[in-house]
T-cell receptor, first 113, second 115 residues
Framework: AQSVTQLGSHVSVSEGALVLLRCNYS??????LFWYVQYPNQGLQLLLK??????LVKGINGFEAEFKKSETSFHLTKPSAHMSDAAEYFC???????????FGSGTRLQVQP | DTGVSQNPRHKITKRGQNVTFRCDPI?????LYWYRQTLGQGPEFLTY????????KSRLLSDRFSAERPKGSFSTLEIQRTEQGDSAMYLC?????????????FGNGTRLTVT
């Protein structure tokens, strides 16, 4: 069975600081991994995904994530936070031919001026 | 591309009543998903369709819940005899293709409050 753990339900950073949102997964087979973002009163949007190949994946809005199989992690980073990055971020995993994603519980990112 | 549309945006109902939600996916998207999201949690998978066929249902989906996707276009999710525990945001998503990593496009959700 697959599962996703997001460490830290709330993360607060200053504008211009590094953003690091943590995600660990458990999966019996190589997974597909995703980060989605949810702005207030909006639906979830795909930030980036890892399928196969290069383990460092770049997404929209300057975000990137690195798949580390040995650590079963897929942490999301951005070098410099912007006020507009304030949102809720969800890590998700798909495996074993299932079409359904399993989501983590989310991390709310606050950006302080 | 007008996006995934869900109606209504909000629904308040009394315990024991039946409710129905509608989802219009992005046209030509062959897959449609329903998820449920409660406060402080990530979306939980309920069910998904490929075209008109319902291919997977979560164990979360009790027999009070039923979903349809006639003709592989819009979908409806019905909850019978609602309970207070059904209060949540119900999310619909659609995708194109057959791969597990086809990106999901989410609607803005229907927020259900059961009083």
């Amino acid at each position: 069975a697959q599962s996703v753990t997001q460490l830290g339900s709330h993360v607060s950073v200053s504008e211009g600081a590094l953003v690091l949102l943590r995600c660990n997964y458990s999966s019996s087979v190589p997974p597909y991994l995703f980060w989605y973002v949810q702005y207030p009163n909006q639906g979830l949007q795909l930030l980036l995904k890892y399928t196969t190949g290069a383990t460092l994946v770049k997404g929209i809005n300057g975000f990137e994530a690195e798949f580390k199989k040995s650590e079963t992690s897929f942490h999301l980073t951005k070098p410099s936070a912007h006020m507009s990055d304030a949102a809720e971020y969800f890590c998700a995993v798909s495996e074993g031919g299932r079409r359904a994603l399993t989501f983590g519980s989310g991390t709310r990112l606050q950006v302080q001026p | 591309d007008t996006g995934v549309s869900q109606n209504p945006r909000h629904k308040i109902t009394k315990r024991g009543q039946n409710v129905t939600f509608r989802c219009d996916p992005i046209s030509e998207h062959n897959r449609l998903y329903w998820y449920r999201q409660t406060l402080g949690q990530g979306p939980e998978f309920l069910t998904y369709f490929q075209n008109e066929a319902q291919l997977e249902k979560s164990r979360l989906l009790s027999d009070r819940f039923s979903a349809e996707r006639p003709k592989g276009s819009f979908s409806t999710l019905e909850i019978q005899r609602t309970e207070q525990g059904d209060s949540a945001m119900y999310l619909c998503a659609s995708s194109l293709g057959d791969r597990e990593y086809s990106p999901l496009h989410f609607g803005n959700g229907t927020r259900l409050t059961v009083t």
